[in-house]
């Protein structure tokens, strides 16, 4: 078919599967919050990866270049998805690869499900994605009767431990050594019962648990980091080797991977392979990368399937103020710097996406009004530290404004007679028209002062604008305007000729603002 | 309508606007400002920084080093392709491992190879910045699964094989080939975000630069 588009946009379609919060995020905050155990473990581990991430960054003297020659690429990239895609398909199919379309989760779900049946297997092993977390695919395929074994270390914590992951780089990120040394006591079959905390005794626990899983599996299911256009090539980003087990060993191979992962070309690695693993665990490197294109007659599974998946990203895409939140290549760098998710953990946000990018994503794929997502562009206090971290620089921060706008342009749809901060905002509307209107409001300005009363402090604030004072208090307003008292300082007459004085010493301006009745100015 | 169609009439309709194509800036590094020493340097440093025993050897000692290496060892791998002379010194000496080739015409099994002491495989190239090793499926490196199952893995690589940034090395490596890239021994970071070496791929990584 063709790619020009001719018509009218049509309405976008949301994404379904593990995207939405289920209750408002202040709620669930507040909930997660209280787990002191899991702010200490999520304290200790994002602390770990900033120094990490920055030192090896720092080593890097094009890291700024990188950073925008990835921008550009996945912009170039989502600007002729259509013909990327096409590319793709076909060098994919040419070299024996199968490609399936799902529309949504459901349709991937099933797509998977009868690939698997196809073989007859009822098992199959899984290297950690996160689009099959998106679509809940191990949950599907157990109603389906079909066993699928996480193998990613904390993949198979969050697993063992019947928990839902929180981090999208390292999904037990909330689990220190000592609870992991419990769930593998308590879960494993055959574990060693002197099993210590160390991560070393651990790890080698699971590859005990999971070798002959390995060695045996007939069907395995991938997620891609990559896919590059030009040769249709796929690629997995890992570290202990269960990726190389899974994408090498069985004689299936299933990948579900979203249709904005791909990259125009091969030399474009050349950038990402360096992004990626400095910013997600902080290392120069990861331990193993794998690249397969197709089949390769005699080397690794010779049944190669890959279902390319919308579940909202064309939505997503028809943001043209959100839709760089595509360019997303899952480091969790985002995550590993906020504030809010450093205290919350990734539950909180509800999503399979959390953090800032979460926060963002999720909404986007899902539409502002779906269940609770509404309340994720607010958890944010738009600090930036994620814009800054982010190496193909989504500007997160611009993206989360933009969807509280969306979120209060539907909220005022919904009900049709204003609200306080309707008026409120008419009401700046008004003040800030004019400087003439805003000099009249501000000779309300005692009046502020007068209800602070003595202790200079006012402690509630009526209506909505009592939200701002639950949790702290306001500091008495001066009993001028910068603007008033810029008037009377400044009439021309006294007009302060420059060069006269010494700035920040004895000039008039600042004179003028000591032993004066303003100098409460200073605490407003 | 097809899923296929019906997600592409999506993305055209999501791009009605006509997004405009950057032009990708390229200024970062795609060439090496080291000398071959320092090169050199760099990739035993980052290999022993992910904890891979390193060697630096005369071209003419690999046979020599491979032998001290491998003593003790019960049986190895090698692919059918990996330059004889490199396990002269192995052949029927007493206490020198059984060597099993894997060839298009003999593939061992996974029971076969698990049951194995070590792999030894040559490299495609490497990248010194990154400490990365990349085998890219040539007969002198073999099938992925030679170089994933066993618990050694002894690679050679040729000092004139490394590069030093990393698209130096792509534009060496052919896309469409099966590649694995190897940046030490299995490692994993996934409890408190540590790094410790070890789970499912090879925990031993011996790297023997012939010079």
């Known amino acids: 078919m063709s790619n020009t588009f001719l018509g009218m946009p049509s309405l976008p379609v949301f994404g379904r599967g593990n995207l939405n919060a289920t209750e408002p995020f202040p709620q669930a905050a507040h909930r997660e919050l209280a787990n002191t155990q899991l702010r200490a473990n999520l304290g200790h581990a994002t602390h770990t990866i900033r120094y990490k991430r920055l030192k090896v960054v720092a080593e890097l003297p094009d890291w700024e270049q990188m950073r925008d020659a990835g921008s550009a690429i996945k912009d170039a990239t989502m600007a002729n998805l259509p013909a990327m895609l096409e590319q793709f398909e076909a060098n994919f199919t040419a070299r024996g690869g199968i490609i399936h379309w799902a529309r949504d989760a459901q349709e991937a779900n099933e797509i998977v499900t009868a690939l698997i049946q196809e073989t007859g297997e009822t098992e199959v092993v899984k290297v950690k994605s996160m689009a099959t977390q998106e679509i809940g695919l191990n949950e599907y395929l157990e109603d389906q009767g079909i066993a699928a074994y996480e193998t990613d270390l904390a993949e198979l914590i969050v697993q063992l431990d019947h928990d839902k992951p929180s981090h999208i780089l390292v999904p037990a990120i909330h689990k220190n050594r000592s609870q992991v040394r419990e769930i593998f006591l308590r879960e494993m079959p055959a574990v060693d019962p002197n099993l210590t905390d160390e991560p070393a005794r651990l790890a080698e626990a699971a590859r005990k648990h999971l070798r002959k899983k390995f060695l045996s599996a007939k069907v395995a299911i991938s997620g891609a980091n990559f896919g590059l256009a030009d040769t249709g090539t796929l690629t997995v980003v890992e570290s202990e080797g269960n990726g190389r087990m899974c994408l090498t060993l069985p004689e299936t191979l299933i990948t579900v991977m979203g249709i904005e992962k791909l990259l125009p070309s091969w030399s474009d690695l050349e950038v990402f392979m360096q992004l990626l693993p400095r910013s997600s665990t902080g290392e120069r490197m990861n331990p193993y990368t794998s690249l397969w294109t197709g089949v390769t007659e005699g080397d690794g599974p010779q049944n190669v399937h890959l279902v390319m998946l919308d579940n909202g990203r064309t939505a997503a895409l028809a943001d043209e103020y959100g839709r760089t939140a595509l360019n997303c290549i899952r480091c969790s760098a985002c995550m590993n710097v906020c504030p809010v998710y450093e205290r919350t953990g990734g539950h909180a946000y509800g999503s399979t996406y959390p953090g800032p990018i979460g926060a963002i994503l999720s909404p986007l794929m899902t539409g502002i009004k779906s269940e609770e997502n509404n309340s994720l562009p607010y958890a944010s206090s738009l600090c930036g530290a994620c814009f800054d971290a982010c190496p193909v620089k989504i500007n997160i921060p611009e993206i989360l404004v933009h969807l509280r706008g969306e979120d209060v342009d539907s909220q005022r749809a919904k009900v049709k007679v204003p609200s306080q901060m309707d008026f409120m905002m008419k009401g700046a509307e008004w003040a800030f028209s004019s400087g003439a209107k805003l000099n009249l409001l501000e000779k309300g300005l005692p009046l502020g002062k007068l209800a602070a009363g003595r202790d200079k402090v006012i402690k509630k604030l009526p209506g909505i604008a009592g939200g701002w004072t639950q949790s702290r208090d306001i500091p008495a307003p001066p009993s001028q305007s910068f603007r008033q008292w810029w008037a009377k300082e400044h009439k021309p007459s006294t007009a302060v000729v420059p060069g006269n004085a010494v700035p920040g010493h004895a000039g008039p301006g600042n004179t003028a603002g000591h032993g004066t009745e303003n100098s409460e100015g200073e605490q407003a | ?211």
């Open chain 2, 1 to 211: 309508m097809s899923a296929r169609e019906d997600i592409m009439a999506r993305i055209a309709s999501a791009l009605h606007d006509a997004p405009e194509t950057p032009v990708v800036p390229r200024e970062y590094r795609r060439s090496s400002n080291m000398s071959a020493e320092q090169r050199l340097e760099q990739l035993v440093d980052r290999l022993q920084d992910y904890k891979a025993n390193v060697f630096v050897t005369p071209a003419e000692e690999a046979s020599a080093k491979l032998a001290e290496l491998l003593a003790g060892s019960t049986s190895i791998v090698v692919p059918h392709g990996l330059p004889q002379d490199w396990l002269s010194k192995l052949t029927d000496d007493a206490g020198m491992p059984a060597i099993e080739v894997d060839s298009p015409e003999r593939r061992l099994t996974v029971a076969e190879l698990d049951a194995l002491d070590a792999v030894v495989t040559a490299a495609a190239t490497a990248v010194s910045e990154t400490g990365t090793i990349m085998l890219d499926g040539s007969a002198d490196q073999g099938r992925r699964i030679i170089s994933l199952v066993p618990d050694r893995h002894i690679v050679l690589l040729r000092a004139s094989d490394i590069v030093e940034v990393l698209p130096e090395a792509i534009a060496r490596l052919e896309a469409t080939r099966p590649q694995t890239w190897i940046s030490g021994p299995s490692a994993t970071s996934d409890i408190e975000l540590e790094r410790v070496e070890g789970v499912h791929g090879p925990r031993t990584l011996d790297v023997i630069i012939l010079t």
